[in-house]
Nanobody
Framework: QVQLVESGGGLVQAGDSLRLSCAAS????????IAWFRQAAGEERKFVAG????????NYGPFVKGRFTVSRDNAKNTVFLQMNSLKPEDTAVYYC???????????????????????WGQGTQVTVSS
């Protein structure tokens, strides 16, 4: 089992920055792939970013366009999502997720489909005003 808890969301203005955190417990975090997804009202959950345990692989959704950076601190069992130049269309609930299967390969590429993840946090709301 893996428990995930997101934090860091809030209400900001367009152009501002936020840093989200995802704290994990329960399974060996240091070999765990973690991804961020977001879900806006009335829309499907979309892949935002993913990071392998080794940090060798980081991938991003097409709408990120260099504005977001995913990182992790394995000593603190935490993954971060730094979001800069926020836009109103970034408004959504942001979730972190982890797969059940083995993701310990050094170059494991985080999947970009929500169906490939088994553990989810409760989400943190990000609201960007114009």
């Amino acid at each position: 089992q893996v428990q995930l808890v997101e934090s860091g969301g809030g209400l900001v203005q367009a152009g501002d920055s936020l840093r989200l955190s995802c704290a994990a417990s329960g399974r060996t975090f240091s070999t765990l792939t973690i991804a961020w997804f977001r879900q806006a009202a009335g829309e499907e959950r979309k892949f935002v970013a993913g990071i392998s345990w080794s940090e060798a692989i980081k991938n991003y959704g097409p709408f990120v366009k260099g504005r977001f950076t995913v990182s992790r601190d394995n000593a603190k069992n935490t993954v971060f999502l730094q979001m800069n130049s926020l836009k109103p269309e970034d408004t959504a609930v942001y979730y972190c997720a982890a797969p059940y299967g083995d993701s310990s390969d050094y170059y494991f590429t985080p999947p970009s489909y929500a169906k490939d993840y088994d553990y989810w946090g409760q989400g943190t709301q990000v609201t960007v005003s114009s």
